[in-house]
């Protein structure tokens, strides 16, 4: 099955930095790549995704990079803010058939006001 | 609020009661998944259902779990005879199916069997 691994475990920025998060895939016929979002006691939220059909995707502050050559996804978060603080996951599943998702073990991002 | 919904919240139960979770899915959304999530850990699938039909169960799910979805709106997730290990946070996921993939997740239940 699908194995998704995440780096860094704890990520911490001064406010106003860049946050990057990458993750690795090992499944070459995975083609869709969410990032959640999970803030403590809540379920995960859907924050940006990317399909295999295209390198890169932005939305406002939050952008996410794919090399589906080298199996790698990543999550950009510019001019980060304290409410950015939370755990962040990658998945990877197959956009065919039951479209389960592998979920990485996640990042603590900690924004410094 | 028209998202993905859970019942309970929190549950708190002795080892060996049963228990019981609901999940309501986003109106119209045909597929509905359970994850569990232990702590510092990420969701693992559970199962899946596309409209009223279970078509996965993954190994995680013993024969102690069982999932229902009966009209193939709200579903339903068991776990009789609880033990330790079965202590998470049990999370609930729809999508609209098909090349729609985008699974969106409900507040989820915290489970603790004490």
């Known amino acids: 099955g699908e194995n998704v691994e995440q780096h860094p475990s704890t990520l911490s920025v001064q406010e106003g930095d860049s946050a990057v998060i990458k993750c690795t895939y090992s499944d070459s016929a995975s083609n869709y790549f969410p990032w959640y979002k999970q803030e403590l006691g809540k379920g995960p939220q859907l924050i940006i995704d990317i399909r295999s059909n295209v390198g890169e995707k932005k939305d406002q502050r939050i952008a996410v990079t794919l090399n589906k050559t080298a199996k790698h996804f990543s999550l950009h978060i510019t001019e980060t803010q304290p409410e950015d603080s939370a755990v962040y996951f990658c998945?990877?599943?197959?956009?065919?058939?039951?479209?389960?998702?592998?979920f990485g073990k996640g990042n603590q991002v900690v924004v410094i006001p | 609020d028209t998202g993905v919904s859970q019942d309970p919240r929190h549950k708190i139960t002795k080892r060996g009661q049963n228990v019981t979770f609901r999940c309501d899915p986003i109106s119209e959304h045909n597929r509905l998944y359970w994850y569990r999530q232990t702590l510092g850990q990420g969701p693992e699938f559970l199962t899946y259902f596309q409209n009223e039909a279970q078509l996965e169960k993954s190994r995680l799910l013993s024969d102690r779990f069982s999932a229902e979805r009966p009209k193939g709106s709200f579903s339903t997730l068991e776990i009789q005879r609880t033990e330790q290990g079965d202590s998470a946070m049990y999370l609930c996921?729809?999508?609209?199916?098909?090349?729609?993939?985008?699974?969106?997740f409900g507040p989820g239940t915290r489970l603790l069997v004490l």
């Open positions: 996921a729809s999508s609209l199916g098909g090349i729609q993939e985008t699974q969106y």
């Open positions: 998945a990877a599943s197959q956009s065919y058939g039951n479209n389960r998702l592998a």
